[in-house]
């Protein structure tokens, strides 16, 4: 449980850095599970409005790979 909680409170410093120099916390394939709640800390709200309309305007019904890609 030590080693969740410190790579939690690490994963956080380097996400929050990316960030800071207009990085990004996802890679080319995608966000995933794991970053999925830091994606959503850290995006600009109107880049996940954007991200939220494409997801919807490829997959109207949300059936590939559900919240891995997009913010759903």
């Known amino acids: 449980m030590e080693w969740a909680a410190q790579t939690a409170a690490v994963n956080r410093l380097v996400h929050d850095i990316a ?7 996802s890679a080319e394939h995608g966000i995933g599970l794991l970053k999925r709640e830091e994606l959503a800390r850290t995006v600009d709200p109107a880049k996940a409005a954007a991200m939220r309309a494409i997801r919807q ?7 590939f790979n559900r919240g891995r890609v997009f913010l759903g």
């Open 57 to 63: 305007a490829l997959d109207p019904n949300g059936i």
């Open 19 to 25: 960030v800071d120099m207009q990085g990004s916390i």
